[in-house]
């Protein structure tokens, strides 16, 4: 299992670089306020890397805080949800 989580982890890496940071620092050559520079060409992509670990890592805590054990948990607790509702207005205006 640890090996499969490894694989799975440098794999996600791997995606992440390749196609996502690396056109985003394309993009920032290219960029008019950004470009010319290399040392502020690493800036937005930094930050928005940063920005997503945030939110993920939050989320996580969120989630955690709340008392759910996984994402598929919440979201299974949400549809239960939108179902009792769903149900109870038809119970009312009787379809």
């Given at each position: 299992m640890s ?9 996600m890496l791997?995606?992440?670089y390749w196609?996502?940071l690396?056109?985003?620092c394309?993009?920032?050559k290219?960029?008019?306020?950004w470009g010319?520079?290399a040392?502020m060409?690493?800036?937005p ?9 945030l939110f993920?890592y939050?989320?996580?805590g ?5 008392g ?7 979201l299974g607790e949400l549809?239960l949800?939108?179902?009792r509702k769903?149900s109870?207005?038809?119970s009312?205006?009787?379809?």
């Amino acid at each position: 299992m640890s090996s499969s989580l490894g694989f799975a982890a440098g794999v996600m890496l791997a995606a992440s670089y390749w196609s996502l940071l690396a056109p985003a620092c394309e993009l920032t050559k290219t960029s008019e306020f950004w470009g010319g520079n290399a040392a502020m060409e690493v800036i937005p992509v930094s930050l928005g890397f940063l920005m997503g670990a945030l939110f993920v890592y939050l989320a996580d805590g969120i989630l955690d805080h709340m008392g759910v054990e996984s994402p598929a948990v919440a979201l299974g607790e949400l549809e239960l949800n939108i179902l009792r509702k769903l149900s109870v207005i038809e119970s009312v205006s009787g379809c």
